[in-house]
Structure formats: structure tokens, C-alpha cells
């Protein structure tokens, strides 16, 4: 069955092209204008929440959907709402995409956080993720680029196993310090991100994990042409 998503979005100029965009890939789109109207709605499997909308702030719908339900929301923001990103980030919401955006690259977060919550519902992850390139390998704690097999210190190999548990999914800096150091761990935060450079230099690809500032770390390898540049 077909990804049903609301679209909460004042902006007809982006609404419309994104629902025919979307449609394109297969999704179903209920578009709403306001956020009492989002409140309101079917959430779907997906919102993806403008945050600034007429009738009210659209951190406020997040906070309200957050409330009652555990749907994936993806925040669509424009330049400038840096800071209600983050808030969004840490009230519940999934991912988020910076104005402008490509409709492929919506649709390719919209599939991720969806898996993830359908995933959440089922079981855990197969043991080895490979994206094209990148082979890791849970059980065995190996990891490959092509064929060459990159060494890896334990503290580097968990926390690259972290983030290819949802492929694409933000990590903030504090959840990875809680799962691959210690919960409530209050150390050096320098520490993450001398790990995180050892494991860029390890795999040989240093843009395969992004850095949101402010934010945290995701995993992004680039497996083929067809991926937008
Ligand atoms: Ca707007």
C-alpha cells in the first residue's frame, strides 16, 4: 500500500507541485493549510509540517500531533528557522528538509522515517546494512568498503553500527554519547567528534557522515548516480 501523508503548508507555490511531485512516487498527499486543520486531520503514515503557517506557530503543531500520536513528522523549513529546526528535532519530530528541497529527496526521507517506525513495530535490524559500498556487519562487528575490510576500534565500529540503524535519521550528539559511552554521559564532548574524524579517514569517504551543526550526525552514502546532487 501507497505512503498516505498530510501535508500541513500555507504556501500553495510549494503545496501544489510537492502533491503532484509526490503523487509521482506513488504517495497519496492530504494537504491542509492551516495548523488547526492538520491538528484535526488523518495524520497517515507521515506529516510533513511547514512552520510557518497563518493561524498558529508550526512548532505548536508538532507539540500538539506529538501529544496523541507517535506518527513520523518531517519538518519543512525555510531559511532562517534554524533555531525552531532544532526545537522541532527535540519536541518529537523525525527529520527535518531545509527550503528548497527536491521532491526526490523528500520522498527519500519519507520512506526512511516511515521504515523506521514500521521497523520499530517489527523487529530489529538485519544484522548487515550495506548501502552500495558500505558493508557493516553487526554480528561479526566487520566492516567493508568494496572489498577492502576497514579496521575499526570498538568505540568507532558502535558508533558507526548506531547510525546505520536508521540510515539517514539525525543522531543528536547526546544520543550517541547515552548509547555508544555511557547513559548520562557528561564527558568531553570533543571526545565524538575526534571519533567521528577517525571513522571519516577509516572508511575513506568523509561526507558519508554529515554533521548538522548544532544538532548531531547522520549517515548518507552515496550509493549511485541516480542520487541528487
Ligand atoms: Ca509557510
Do not use: N
Amino acid at each position: 500500500m501507497g505512503i498516505q501523508v498530510l501535508l500541513i503548508e500555507d504556501d500553495e507555490t510549494i503545496a501544489e507541485p510537492l502533491t503532484e511531485g509526490l503523487a509521482h512516487f506513488g504517495l497519496t498527499v492530504d494537504h491542509v493549510t492551516t495548523g488547526a486543520e492538520g491538528l484535526r486531520r488523518p495524520y497517515g503514515d507521515v506529516v510533513l509540517l511547514d512552520l510557518g503557517l497563518p493561524d498558529m506557530d508550526g512548532i505548536d503543531v508538532c507539540r500538539g500531533i506529538r501529544q496523541v500520536s507517535d506518527v513520523p513528522i518531517v519538518i519543512l523549513s525555510a531559511r532562517g528557522e534554524e533555531a525552531d529546526r532544532v526545537l522541532g528535532l527535540e519536541l518529537g519530530a523525525d527529520d527535518y528538509l531545509a527550503k528548497p528541497f527536491s521532491v526526490r529527496e523528500l520522498v527519500a526521507r519519507v520512506r526512511a522515517v516511515t521504515r523506521r517506525t514500521q521497523r520499530t513495530q517489527e523487529a530489529a535490524p538485519e544484522p548487515v546494512y550495506e548501502p552500495g559500498p558500505l558493508a557493516v556487519d553487526r554480528r561479526t562487528r566487520q566492516v567493508w568498503v568494496g572489498e577492502v575490510q576497514v579496521p575499526l576500534t570498538p568505540k568507532e565500529f558502535e558508533l558507526l553500527a548506531l547510525l546505520t540503524e536508521d540510515p539517514g535519521a539525525v543522531y543528536s550528539r547526546q544520543q550517541i554519547l547515552d548509547r555508544v559511552w555511557d547513559p548520562h554521559y557528561e564527558g568531553p564532548t570533543k571526545t565524538l567528534d575526534v571519533h567521528v574524524a577517525a571513522l571519516r579517514r577509516k572508511l575513506g569517504h568523509p561526507a558519508w557522515i554529515q554533521t548538522l551543526r548544532g544538532v548531531g550526525f547522520r549517515l548518507a552514502v552515496h550509493t549511485g548516480p541516480s542520487e541528487p546532487t
